[in-house]
């Protein structure tokens, strides 16, 4: 028997294998798998494809199906266009088992608290009619939550893609899945909205450029958002520019403008965990609350969560779901007294860790430092070999060719390396290397999120921080 943890959220679906531990590539080459459908011609696009197509075709994507789950009619189906949220699930649920049906012979699903005993019997419906053999549902939160902390209300939060969800969890002798409340839509779609909107606002105060001008632009600057929050990250303000015809416009975007716009959604999970605190008796209670990957990446989330009374902060790892769920199975199946399907939720509450597996308090004083020079999608690795850039075609010559706009840019047209602790630039060009829009004179020591220009209009290279995730 080789288990398959599956952690189902329309946020992004993901998978572990029990015999690496591992999140399995489940959408192409990517780690997660949103819940985007786009009926086309040659039948219906899922997942990443989809998503990277919602906003060219707004009134024919679909995003509600894992969320609306059930078998009701859609209100206006087409001709090409599933009957029901169920048939999109099943096509999107198809290609992911595609995926990674090689890792493994049995799959659990952790699933989210809001789910009820006919959606769940709709999952089983579907993974029969694909031949996934389900061993079992746990609770999405029962499965993450792989510490005990006595004598504090402990709390999983999550954000998908409609919806804010809390789940507490009960210690006692089993940990137990004791309540669950979502906020609805105000979940990633509606947080997405409004941060393209404040940068778009941004870019018609600051140039007169309007990405919402053209489909294509709007959808670029929903494909990038993502890279804009990880490197918000790290560092409090980034550059960002967009392309609109034969011109390049940019602006600085900082973190506490998009923590700004997104201060009511925070603040509706502030009412939700408070609200649970006092339905259960725990408002003088330290609360833990345990945020999942989704939820602690936003701007200004874990900080505005800092600061609710009695608060500690634990950061879940990607896939926790995934990956706890393989950790618990065990316990699990050695308690249930049915050869059949079975829905958990509680569990032992003390049980042997993983080190990747444990719950990381944050650090707020951690730092991030530059480690890889981002081009066109690709990381570099930033060592004390230099690295080379430039447009020459010789691989020998370069480790990093320039392949886009390459009027102004030398065959080798700059060097970056680790030196005395520092990443180093170095310009070796007559037309000069543009280090957040200003002339590098000789050397310059780079810090992490800044954009690097060579070439006019010119092609741009960024300065980022990979962080190891045991994938």
């Not at 990880?230 to 409090?236: A, D, G, T």
């Not at 998009?258 to 605190?277: K, M, N, P, T």
């Not at 070796?428 to 543009?434: L, N």
Request: charged share 20%; glycine share 10%; proline share 4%.
């Amino acid at each position: 028997m080789t288990l398959i943890g599956l952690e189902l959220s329309d946020a992004g679906i993901l998978a572990a294998g029990s015999t690496t531990g591992k999140l399995l590539q489940i959408d192409g080459q990517a780690y997660a798998s949103p819940g985007f459908a786009l009926p086309e011609k040659g039948g219906l696009l899922v997942g990443k494809a989809a998503e990277s197509k919602a906003h060219l075709f707004p009134r024919q994507i679909i995003h509600h199906f894992w969320d609306h789950l059930n078998t009701d009619p859609l209100e206006q189906p087409g001709q090409r266009v599933p009957q029901s949220t169920a048939e999109i699930a099943y096509s999107h649920l198809d290609r992911i088992w595609q995926h990674i049906q090689k890792h493994g012979n049995e799959v659990i699903i952790a699933v989210p608290g809001f789910y009820d005993r006919q959606q769940l019997g709709l999952i089983l419906g579907i993974a029969n009619e694909l031949s996934i053999p389900v061993k079992g549902f746990v609770p999405l939160a029962l499965a993450a939550s792989l510490g005990a902390h006595p004598g504090k209300m402990m709390l999983h939060l999550d954000i998908h893609l409609h919806r804010l969800e809390a789940t507490y969890l009960k210690q006692g002798q089993q940990l137990t899945l004791e309540d669950s409340v979502t906020g609805t839509e105000k979940g990633l779609i509606y947080l997405h909205k409004l941060w393209a909107e404040a940068i778009g606002q941004e870019f018609v105060s600051s140039t007169r450029f309007d990405p919402f001008h053209q489909a294509a632009s709007e959808q670029e600057l929903y494909n990038r958002l993502p890279g804009i929050l990880y490197n918000l990250q790290h560092s409090p303000s980034i550059a960002f520019d967009m392309t609109g015809g034969s011109r390049t416009y940019g602006i600085t975007l900082t973190r506490e403008h998009l923590a700004r716009q997104a201060e009511s959604v925070y603040a509706e999970l502030g009412h939700i965990i408070e609200g649970l605190r006092t339905q259960h008796g725990e408002n003088e209670s330290s609360v833990v609350l345990q945020l999942t990957h989704r939820l602690a990446r936003l701007p200004g989330c874990k900080e505005i969560l800092a600061g609710i009374k009695g608060a500690e902060i634990f950061e879940l790892e990607e896939g926790a779901g995934a990956r706890g769920i393989l950790e618990i199975w065990h316990q699990l199946s050695d308690q249930s007294d049915s050869g059949g399907i079975s829905f958990f939720t509680s569990r032992p509450l003390q049980h042997a860790r993983s080190a990747q597996g444990q719950d990381r308090p944050i650090d707020y004083s951690r730092k991030a430092y530059p480690t890889h020079l981002l081009y066109r999608n690709i990381a570099y690795q930033i060592t004390d070999k230099p690295l080379t850039v430039g447009c020459a075609r010789d691989s020998e010559q370069n480790d990093v060719t320039i392949t886009g706009e390459t009027a102004g840019v030398c065959p080798t047209h700059f060097k970056i390396e680790l030196l005395g602790g520092e990443i180093v630039l170095h310009d070796m060009s007559a037309q000069g290397t543009f280090v957040d829009e200003k002339r590098v004179n000789g050397s310059i020591a780079l810090k992490l999120g800044q954009t690097i220009r060579v070439g006019t209009p010119g092609e741009q290279l960024q300065v980022i921080a990979c962080v190891e995730l045991d994938r």
